[in-house]
């Protein structure tokens, strides 16, 4: 089993009162020490088009932590694939492979923001067809030979990319989705399925709130499993990896709360628009406005505590999945300050210990 540090998405709130460019010095430092306490990888995330300065260039960043590292695991999660020329991307991931020492882990989804596909004039509807020609295409321009593909998006013949990724077999890609047809892709397309533990798609869109993550969990087992088994993969070894968020504090979870309240509080207000939830339903949703009630429910959704205290969680999610689980541990939340978020990492990293 692993534990990863996740995600970094570079944005400078106002309420901090610093740089963009202090935040991202701010965030690269904060992945090297994930490095130095025994995390395994760290994941930079991708979304366009954001006051905050969310960080669209995910590879660029990805090459940065690369340049700062010797061994952790370098992990996008996730690019928006079809936002993206597939040689390109199969140019930029090879070389990040090379610069890392062949530490990249690349995760791609379909995204849902209208914005984004207007702004890299993608239509919706493409998008499935997009990401899959896209799979395809990065499969061959990291293996041997010539890109020979002919799809409906995409057609490209007769080149080679280089540098090849640093990877034998090339770069693990990792695919997320929730509903149905995108877990029977990632069995298809993919090396590995990434569940978001921290937003309930199928839920938060309707409800604004998280169904039970235990019970989502294994359910996404279940149907990944399903999805496998249909494609003749289900002897292969089970790779899962699970976003979850928490924060961690010595004085245990009222601390780590407090913490991480306004940061996590921001991003449900994030999720709130980007899902299409009515503005007067989030527009409520900061911890001064929440009654002891809502506190307690949105305490749910989150890890917090002790090591001692998130340990039997985590065994927990392992005891469902089994060790081919990679945990993405959002600890990392717009707004909260550098030294609340190293010493929740330094503690993360004791948790990484215990299951050493």
């Known amino acids: 089993m692993e534990i990863g540090l996740g995600v970094f998405s570079g944005e400078a709130l106002e309420s901090e009162g610093l740089s963009q460019t202090e935040v991202l010095a701010q965030s690269l430092d ?39 590292t010797t061994k952790i695991g370098v992990g996008i999660s996730v690019a928006l694939a079809p936002l993206y020329d597939p040689i390109r991307l199969a140019e930029d991931a090879a070389f990040v492979d090379q610069l890392s020492g062949g530490r990249l882990r690349l995760g791609v989804a379909l995204g849902y923001r209208d914005v984004e596909y207007e702004g890299f004039d993608v239509t919706r509807k493409s ?53 149905l047809p995108a877990i029977d892709r990632v069995a298809r397309l993919a090396d590995a399925f990434i569940m978001d533990g921290g937003t309930d798609s199928d839920a938060f869109g309707e409800a604004g709130h998280n169904r039970d993550l235990y019970d989502r969990v294994r359910s996404g087992v279940a149907l990944y499993q399903e999805a496998r088994e249909r494609h003749g993969r289900g002897d292969e070894p089970l790779k899962f990896y699970l976003t979850l968020g928490g924060f961690l504090h010595e004085d245990g979870a009222d601390a780590a709360w407090d913490d991480l309240k306004d940061g996590y509080m ?91």
């Open 30 to 68: 904060q992945m090297v020490l994930a490095e130095e306490v025994g995390l395994d990888a760290v994941w930079i995330t991708e979304h366009h088009f954001l006051e905050s300065g969310y960080v669209g260039s995910v590879l660029p960043y990805a090459a940065a932590l690369a340049a700062r």
């Open 266 to 356: 921001y991003t449900r207000r994030v999720y709130g628009d980007w899902y299409g939830l009515p503005e007067e339903e989030y527009s409520t949703w900061y911890p001064e406005q929440m009654d002891a009630a809502e506190h307690a429910r949105r305490r749910t959704e989150v890890v917090l505590g002790t090591p001692a205290d998130v340990i039997p969680q985590i065994e927990k999610l392992r005891e469902i999945v089994g060790d081919g689980l990679h945990i993405m541990f959002r600890t990392k939340y717009p707004g909260v300050s550098d030294e609340k978020t190293r010493k929740s990492i330094r503690l993360l990293g004791e948790v990484r210990a215990h299951f050493a």
């Open 127 to 179: 998008r499935v067809r997009r990401t899959e020609e896209l799979c395809q295409i990065l499969r061959q321009a990291w293996g041997p030979g010539e890109v020979n593909f002919d799809g409906t998006v995409f057609q490209r013949h007769g080149i080679q990319v280089f540098p090849k990724p640093a990877q034998a077999g090339g770069i693990p890609l990792l695919m997320g989705g929730h509903a």
